[in-house]
């Protein structure tokens, strides 16, 4: 079968597109799918989470310190010839013990901790309180993440709507031009004026260009912050309702947030976890108690004399006690590091307390902002559109000039603009103040 230019060129395109189609596809994704999809994807949450594990898996080694170890050790000996010990009397040689050259030996030994001065119970408390600080920064850095995505998928949707607002501009300003035209055509509109509103045409196409620009880079963002490949179109399927913000006093934020904040209850965590170390370093200051049991198995048994070449088991049972009367004031110094980290936690504590108080403040500050923005900007959205629907049908009936045309179009423009920014803004006030009193209802 033979094909003409136009048909070839006609399956070529065809085939393009089909190609190109899946590409272009938009997802269509809801704020909640957006969150549940960057945590499943979040890489720094499962650092977090790995750091879960590990602390729990240390809290476990710790807790064994308790336990009774037992332990196993064997050694094979080749030893030198030697005369073997032996009484001379008279004439006669009494051989006592004979030179056995191959020793073996097995020996099982048991160890129970009875006192080690608190050391093995300040250490377990320690590890207990890290456990629940770094399961706290589990829970800040998902909290984190949530709001980052919130962030990025809201800066989407207002770029997605600035480049709707622009496109519906464009249309507007390319029908004015084509009404100018028809006037200058029945000499009620000079050549410059149509000149103006073409002028006026190509700077909101200007900034079209930078409006799908920013779709697409704010796009970008949101695929890297969910942990999915740059290249997805994602289409917004949420919307913002502006909710009415409930205007708590800000004395019950602050206390509600100094209550369930993960970075504070970590910060207060660590800081008896470093009252656990100080215990732990004061230990060296007493004796250290246990019980040890051990049996022997060797060939030959140097407990039963004479020695035979032969395998023997015995035991024994010890009250063992160690205690450093001298080891150059190490302890003392182990005491002061950990007071030290002691004092720095609780410093810490007190930097992570005062910096929620801020964020806390300038959240609830920026939501009461953001809420007035609101309803000034979409007063001003219904102000600029009444003035620009009368201009246009004034411009139309050759009553008003262009540039009147031209500035009531910017000023519309410009208050659609400032209405998606500021409804979009209050949406992002909203939710940094959510995460900021940890995400209780507000």
């Given amino acids: ?78 030893l030198s010839e030697v005369d073997p010990f032996a009484i001379s009397m008279g004439p006669t040689t009494l051989n006592i013990t004979s030179s056995i050259l191959n020793n073996y030996s097995a020996k099982l030994s048991l160890v129970q901790p009875l006192f080690m001065g608190n050391k093995i119970t300040a250490g377990i408390d320690a590890a207990d309180y890290s456990l629940d600080a770094t399961t706290e920064d589990y829970s800040k850095d998902r909290e984190d993440l949530v709001l980052n995505i919130k962030s990025a998928y809201w800066n989407l949707y207002k770029a997605t709507e600035m480049k709707k607002v622009l496109d519906e501009n464009v249309a507007q300003v390319q029908a004015h031009v084509t009404d100018a035209k028809n006037m200058m055509a029945q000499g009620m509109m000079t050549r410059n004026d149509v000149l103006k509103i073409e002028v006026q045409l190509s700077d909101i196409k200007y900034r079209q260009a930078d409006a799908n620009n920013a779709v697409q880079l704010a796009g970008i963002a949101l ?82 004399f004479p020695t035979k070449d032969q395998f023997d088991g015995t035991w024994d049972v010890s009250l063992a006690l160690s205690y450093d009367l ?15 980290q002691l004092l720095q936690a609780k410093d810490a504590y007190s930097l992570a307390k005062d910096a929620v108080t801020l964020e806390v403040t300038q959240n609830f500050l920026n939501v009461n902002q953001a809420k007035e923005k609101i309803s000034i900007a979409k007063l001003a959205q219904e ?55 940890g995400n209780k209802s507000l």
């Fill in 1 to 78: 079968m033979k094909y003409t230019g136009r048909k070839f060129l006609y399956l070529l395109i065809m085939s393009a597109v089909a190609y190109i189609a899946p590409a272009l596809a938009q997802e269509k994704m809801t704020i909640e799918q957006a969150i549940d999809i960057g945590i499943k994807n979040s890489k720094t949450l499962n650092i977090s989470s790995q750091k879960v594990l590990a602390s729990k898996a240390r809290t476990k080694e710790l807790r064994t310190n308790r336990l009774p170890a037992l332990k196993l050790s064997a050694s094979y000996t080749r």
């Fill in 326 to 340: 001298w080891n150059w004031n190490a302890t003392s110094y182990q005491t002061q590091q950990a007071e030290s």
């Fill in 223 to 304: 695929n890297n912050v969910l942990g999915i490949p740059l290249t997805t179109n994602i289409a917004i399927g949420s919307g913002i309702d502006v909710k009415e913000f409930n205007s708590n006093d800000l004395t019950n934020l602050l206390s509600t947030s100094y209550e369930v904040r993960p970075e504070l209850r970590a910060a207060d965590l660590r800081s008896k976890a470093g009252e656990a170390g100080v215990t732990a370093a004061q230990s060296g200051w007493y004796p250290q108690v246990s019980l040890v049991g051990n049996y022997t198995y060797a060939r030959p048994n140097s407990r039963i």
């Fill in 383 to 437: 102000q600029a559109e009444e003035n620009f629907r009368v201009t246009g049908e004034k411009f139309k009936q050759g009553l008003a000039l262009s540039s009147e045309l031209i500035d009531s179009e910017v000023a519309y423009l410009q208050a659609k603009t400032n209405y998606t920014t500021s409804v979009v803004d209050y949406e992002l006030a909203l939710a940094r103040l959510q995460k900021s009193v």
